[in-house]
């Protein structure tokens, strides 16, 4: 390969009559870097917002949710089973439950979840979401307060100190009939997650009010889990399911979400797609330089054959000349990407609405693993797109090849 490498750098430091071959070159240089740097850019802020959403989801979230338990022994049982799983490091009890909430003549549907602070605060960040107010209060028996999610406050116009009614889609028996269970609670507090379907759809209350609200018929008691690693979910998740059996159901915080996340991973295999084109046409004006190049060395290539060298070996030096063309848009194409990620990710140069994304500047998270399967699809679109030019200029016949040039 010696050979064929210093072959292919003369050719490439050679001066040519015509600025034709230099410009085309040049092209898919350029081509190939611009693919490169615009692939690697636009993955690392995919990445960047996959993992701040995911941040939010797991701050809110336990790592592990079993529902269903029902009654205070199945989650004691629920409970012992988790303790015994050495991967788990925490774990708190939780009822859940759909509501209507209701403040000066403005209602919407939510989502409420009875907690015990002391114990939730271990699965979850919640305790540092708190926008204002506090958690205290939320156990009592009068009046018990509940924090609403800052969203849904600003949606109700509900202020901490506020009164707000609580109406139940599970009706109790009165002597004037089924009616629908109300109960009135005080705001203590508002919660600020990032994650927009919580702070707009999820309020929080004690375990205590929650249960005695939703009642035994919402079957929602559950108990929430935090792991020592949280790449141990689905493990542990499969574990319990099979320990607890039916009807309690065990579920990750990626399963909980999975609509959210198959979006996303979708939306950045399409990004892939796409702009992995730029390289590829990149790639092709590499071939046609390449096949200029063949034609502008063919008498060199009938001497280089009359010499002894083999129509492999012919092949390989086109091969090799490509590949350091491309190789060279590549490289350039990587540094130029990273330098671009640490640009966005240090100055603001693109700063977004706090009010919608709850940051403002744009999130980046550059992967290895990212940036090598970047520079491997250039050199594997390069090497491709040289084949051709290379084969053609191995099957030149030397005399005619000597006699054209």
């Known amino acids: 390969?010696?050979?064929?490498?210093?072959?292919?750098?003369?050719?490439?430091?050679?001066?040519?009559?015509?600025?034709?071959?230099?410009?085309?070159?040049?092209?898919?240089?350029?081509?190939?870097?611009?693919?490169?740097?615009?692939?690697?850019?636009?993955?690392?802020?995919?990445?960047g917002f996959q993992t701040d959403i995911?941040?939010?989801?797991?701050?809110?979230?336990a790592h592990v949710s079993v529902f269903g338990v029902g009654s205070a022994r199945g989650v004691a049982r629920a409970e012992q089973a988790a303790a015994a799983d050495p991967r788990v490091a925490a774990a708190a009890p939780f009822a859940l439950g759909q509501a209507i909430v209701t403040f000066r003549g403005r209602s919407t549907g939510i989502m409420l979840k009875g907690v015990d602070p002391e114990r939730e605060f271990r699965v979850n960040d919640l305790a540092r979401s708190l926008a204002e107010g506090s958690w205290d209060g939320v156990s009592r028996d009068k009046t018990p307060g509940i924090v609403l999610g800052v969203e849904l406050a600003d949606r109700l116009g509900a202020a901490r100190g506020a009164e707000v009614v609580l109406v139940s889609p599970e009706s109790m028996a009165t002597p004037l009939g089924l009616l629908p269970r109300m109960q009135r609670f005080s705001v203590v507090g508002l919660l600020k997650t990032g994650y927009y379907e919580y702070d707009s759809a999820t309020a929080w209350t004690g375990l205590a009010p929650a249960g005695a609200f939703l009642g035994p018929a919402a079957g929602a008691a559950g108990l929430g889990l935090r792991l020592k690693d949280l790449r141990d979910a689905d493990a542990v998740a499969g574990r319990l399911r099979a320990e607890l059996g039916l009807p309690r159901s065990v579920r990750t915080y990626a399963?909980?979400?999975?609509?959210?996340?198959?979006?996303?991973?979708?939306?950045?295999?399409?990004?892939?797609?796409?702009?992995?084109?730029?390289?590829?046409?990149?790639?092709?004006?590499?071939?046609?330089?390449?096949?200029?190049?063949?034609?502008?060395?063919?008498?060199?290539?009938?001497?280089?054959?009359?010499?002894?060298?083999?129509?492999?070996?012919?092949?390989?030096?086109?091969?090799?000349?490509?590949?350091?063309?491309?190789?060279?848009?590549v490289a350039a194409g990587a540094g130029l990407g990273l330098l671009l990620s640490w640009v966005i990710a240090t100055f603001p140069i693109v700063r977004l609405p706090d009010e919608i994304y709850y940051l403002s500047r744009v999130p980046v998270d550059v992967r290895g693993g990212d940036v090598a399967a970047v520079i491997a699809l250039g050199l594997v679109l390069t090497l491709l797109a040289t084949v051709y030019p290379a084969r053609r200029a191995a099957k030149a016949d030397p005399v005619e090849a000597i006699h054209y040039g």
């Open 1 to 47: 390969m010696g050979l064929e490498l210093f072959i292919a750098l003369r050719y490439l430091r050679a001066k040519r009559k015509g600025l034709f071959a230099a410009v085309t070159t040049a092209i898919g240089v350029a081509g190939v870097t611009v693919g490169t740097a615009a692939l690697i850019t636009t993955l690392s802020v995919m990445n």
């Open 54 to 61: 995911q941040k939010k989801i797991i701050g809110a979230q």
């Open 255 to 329: 399963q909980m979400n999975q609509t959210l996340f198959a979006a996303l991973k979708l939306e950045k295999t399409v990004m892939f797609l796409i702009l992995t084109l730029i390289t590829l046409v990149a790639s092709l004006n590499i071939a046609s330089t390449l096949i200029l190049r063949s034609v502008e060395k063919t008498r060199d290539i009938g001497l280089l054959k009359a010499l002894g060298a083999t129509p492999r070996m012919i092949e390989r030096i086109f091969l090799v000349e490509g590949l350091l063309i491309g190789g060279s848009g």
